[in-house]
Nanobody, 117 residues
């Protein structure tokens, strides 16, 4: 069974930075599109950033210019560098792995990010 393990969440002041990591196992990492989603209390889960198997990226409008998604295929890991964090970024952040050709999608357990002074 595919496993996605997130780390790097925590409490940070507005304007601060965090780097989330998601290590994948039991999958052929380079075949998957990888993404970060977030879910704030009382809201639906939403896409934050995605990186395709080929390395193309896309971002939600409200994080463009502040967040950067990247991956290390050798380490089966995807990252989310978050800068200039705002209280509105507070949410549980989930790692996602998607293989559209086979209709497969997997989720990590989530990591809490809290932006507060």
């Amino acid at each position: 069974q595919v496993q996605l393990v997130e780390s790097g969440g925590g409490l940070v002041q507005p304007g601060g930075s965090l780097r989330l990591s998601c290590e994948a196992s039991k999958m052929i990492f380079i075949m998957y599109n990888m993404g970060w989603y977030r879910q704030a209390p009382g809201k639906q889960r939403e896409l934050v950033a995605r990186i395709t198997s080929g390395g193309s990226t896309n971002y939600a409008d409200d994080v463009k210019g502040r967040f950067t998604i990247s991956k290390d295929n050798a380490k089966n890991t995807v990252f989310l560098q978050m800068n200039s964090l705002e209280p509105e970024d507070t949410a549980v952040y989930y790692c996602n792995a998607e293989l559209p050709a086979f209709a497969r999608t997997y989720w990590g357990q989530g990591t809490q990010v809290t932006v507060s002074s």
